[in-house]
C-alpha cells in the first residue's frame, strides 16, 4: 500500500487498538529471556495468536541452536511514556536483551518530539542501568506530517542509539512495504509474513549480543 494512503490507517491504533496491558508471565530462571518489548506492532495486532514477530524470533532462535525464552510484552495503543510507566514490569523479568519498538503512537498523536526523546532515553538507560542488553528499533511516518517534522521524528532514534551505544535498526519495516501480503489492510500491521520479515529485520543486530 502507497505510503500516501497510509495516514487515516496510522490513526486508528489512537481510537481502536488500545488495550490494557497484558500480565507479564512469571518465568523460570531455566532460560535468559528476551523481552519484546512495545505496541501493537510487537503484540502482533492483527494476526492469529503465535504470528507476531516475536513468536518468529523464538523459532528462529530455536532452530540455531540459541537457547532463550521470547517474551511478548507488547501492548497496543501504548507510547513511549506508556513504556516509562510499564519499566518496572520489563526489569523483573531480568531480561538480558530487550527489543524497544515505541514512537509511532507518539508520532501520530503529535507529541512533542523532545517528549518522545526523553521517554526514549529514560526506556534505554534504565534497561541498561538493570543490566539487560538494548535493540532499538525505529519506525517513520506518513509523509502527510511533513518533512521536517519527519527528519526530526527519525533522528530521535538515532539520536539515542547513538548516545547510549546500542544497535538501531532505523526502520523497522525496511524493505517489507515492497513485498506483496507483508502488510495488513489498515497499512500498518505486518501480516504473518510481514512479521516473519519484521524478525529477519532484527536478527542480524540481535544474534551478537546472545551465547549459545
Do not use: W
Request: charged residues 15%.
Amino acid at each position: 500500500m502507497p505510503r500516501l494512503t497510509l495516514i487515516a490507517a496510522f490513526l486508528l491504533p489512537l481510537s481502536t487498538y488500545a488495550a490494557p496491558p497484558r500480565p507479564v508471565p512469571v518465568l523460570a530462571r531455566s532460560l535468559p529471556v528476551i523481552a519484546c518489548f512495545g505496541d501493537s506492532i510487537t503484540a502482533g495486532y492483527g494476526v492469529a495468536p503465535g504470528q507476531a514477530y516475536p513468536d518468529d524470533l523464538q523459532t528462529d532462535l530455536d532452530h540455531r541452536g540459541y537457547r532463550y525464552k521470547i517474551v511478548n510484552a507488547g501492548v497496543s495503543g501504548n507510547t513511549t511514556k506508556d513504556a516509562v510507566d510499564r519499566l518496572k514490569d520489563i526489569l523483573r523479568l531480568h531480561p538480558a536483551v530487550v527489543i524497544v519498538e515505541f514512537g509511532g503512537n507518539d508520532g501520530l498523536r503529535g507529541i512533542p518530539i523532545a517528549d518522545s526523546r526523553r521517554n526514549l532515553s529514560t526506556i534505554v538507560s534504565t534497561l541498561l542501568q538493570g543490566g539487560s542488553k538494548v535493540v532499538l528499533a525505529g519506525i517513520t511516518l506518513p509523509p502527510n506530517y511533513g518533512a521536517d517534522y519527519i527528519e526530526q521524528f527519525d533522528e530521535t532514534y538515532r539520536l539515542v542509539a547513538a548516545r547510549f551505544h546500542v544497535p538501531l535498526l532505523p526502520e523497522l519495516y525496511a524493505h517489507i512495504y515492497a513485498v506483496p501480503g507483508a502488510i495488513q489492510d489498515d497499512g500498518i500491521h505486518p501480516t504473518a509474513k510481514g512479521a516473519q520479515l519484521v524478525a529477519d529485520n532484527f536478527l542480524p543486530l540481535l544474534l551478537p549480543l546472545l551465547h549459545k
